[in-house]
Every structure is written in C-alpha cells, then in structure tokens.
C-alpha cells in the first residue's frame, strides 16, 4: 500500500463533515486538531446551501487506510478523492 501524505473527504453538509471529524479522532486515532473542515461552494453557485464540505486529512506517515476512509466518507453520503498518482 501506498501512503498518500493527504486525504480529502467530500460530505454533502457541515453537519456530515463534522461527524467524520469526530470519527476520525476516535476509530482512526487520528488527532483532535489534525481532520480540518474547509467549505467549499461548488462551480457557479451563488447560494450559500449549494456547498460541499471538506475533511482534510494529512497522512505524512501513511497510517490511515485509503479504503476504510472512503467507506467512512460513503457512510455519510461523501465519497474520498483520490489523487492522480492513485491506482484505481
């Protein structure tokens, strides 16, 4: 496996975005300040509501599990980015 030094969560809403936080400090281990929430309005969309919500990752060491990250990001109606360099 190959680490990847950030992952990136897609949620639908704030709330969404929130809860994998907590989930990633308390399943993953992750560290209570490290999973940072970004809003990030989608392409031509001027209404606040129209927003997806990011859960930023930063995996240095190659700890967290590309796969069990994005079925946490799919549980919450998210889905996990992947990088140009990932194998699909």
Known sequence: MT???????VLPDRDAAEEVAEELVERFGADA????LLREA???????EDAQWLVVLEDG?????????A???????GWREREESEPE
């Open 3 to 9: 680490p990847h030094p950030r992952h990136i969560l």
């Open 33 to 36: 300040d490290d999973p940072r």
């Open 42 to 48: 989608l392409a031509g969309e001027d209404d606040a």
């Open 61 to 69: 060491d190659g700890r967290y599990d590309a796969g069990a990250l």
């Open 71 to 77: 079925q946490l990001a799919e549980d919450h109606e």
